[in-house]
C-alpha cells in the first residue's frame, strides 16, 4: 500500500511543521485550504495556531461544511492545541462566535494553562505510544475537562503544577492533543495517526 495522503489545514497556524513530521512518519503531507485538496486525503490533521481565527478562516474559505461531512463519514482527524479546541464538542473561555467541528464528545477549556509567557515543557504518558513518555511542548494550551463516554483518555501531564490534566483523547478516527509534537522532532504521535489514516 502506498503512503496514505494527510493534509494539514493550512488556514493559520503551524502547518509547515506538520507537513515535515507527518512527511518523516511516513505520509504523503500536504497543505489543503479548499474543499477540492480537501477531498483529494484520506485524513486530515488541524494545527496549532488561534482556534478564533481558524474558526473564521473555516467559514471565509468555505471549509467548515465539508470538514463536517469528512468527519461524519469517518475521516481520520488529528488536532493538536487549537485543533483541540476544534474539534471539541464544548469549549470553556473560548468567544461566543467561535465554532469547531465538534467531533470529540469533550469539554475543553481555552488557554486552560496560561497565556504565552506560560508555555512550558513536560513528559506525559502516552497510552498506544511505546518509546517512553513524550516530551510535550504546551503554548497557550487547552486542557480537557470531562470526556463523554467512548472517548479515550490516552495522556495526561505527569508531573509538575498540571499533574494529572487530560492532554490527549481519542475518539474512533478522531485523536486530539493539546501539546504541539510537530516542534519536538520525536515522531511516534505522527506515526501513530498514520498508522490510524491506514488502518481506515
Known amino acids: 500500500m502506498g503512503a496514505p495522503r494527510i ?14 513530521a507527518l512527511a518523516a512518519a511516513g505520509a504523503d503531507a500536504r497543505p489543503v485550504r479548499r474543499p477540492a485538496e480537501l477531498d483529494a486525503v484520506d485524513g486530515l490533521v488541524i ?18 461544511e465539508p470538514i463536517d461531512k469528512r468527519i461524519a463519514a469517518g475521516m481520520p482527524v488529528y488536532g493538536s492545541c487549537a485543533g483541540m479546541i476544534m474539534l471539541a464538542a464544548e469549549v470553556l473561555d473560548g468567544r461566543p462566535d467561535q465554532r469547531g467541528f465538534q467531533g470529540i464528545g469533550m469539554t475543553v477549556r481555552r488557554n486552560a494553562f496560561g497565556r504565552q509567557v506560560d508555555s512550558f515543557e513536560a513528559p506525559v504518558r502516552l497510552d498506544g505510544v511505546d518509546g517512553g513518555p513524550f516530551h510535550a511542548v504546551f503554548i497557550r494550551a487547552p486542557w480537557v475537562e470531562r470526556v463523554d463516554d467512548g472517548v479515550e483518555v490516552l495522556g495526561r501531564v505527569t508531573d509538575g503544577p498540571a499533574a494529572d490534566r487530560i492532554v490527549a483523547v481519542r475518539q474512533g478516527n478522531l485523536l486530539a492533543t493539546s501539546f504541539h509534537p510537530e516542534l519536538t522532532g520525536d515522531p511516534r504521535l505522527h506515526r501513530y495517526f498514520v ?6
Open 7 to 20: 493534509g494539514v489545514l493550512a488556514l493559520q497556524g503551524d502547518v509547515r511543521e506538520h507537513v515535515a
Open 47 to 64: 494545527p496549532g495556531g488561534e482556534s478564533t481565527t481558524i474558526s473564521k478562516l473555516a467559514d471565509i474559505f468555505e471549509m467548515r
Open 195 to 200: 498508522d490510524l489514516v491506514r488502518a481506515a
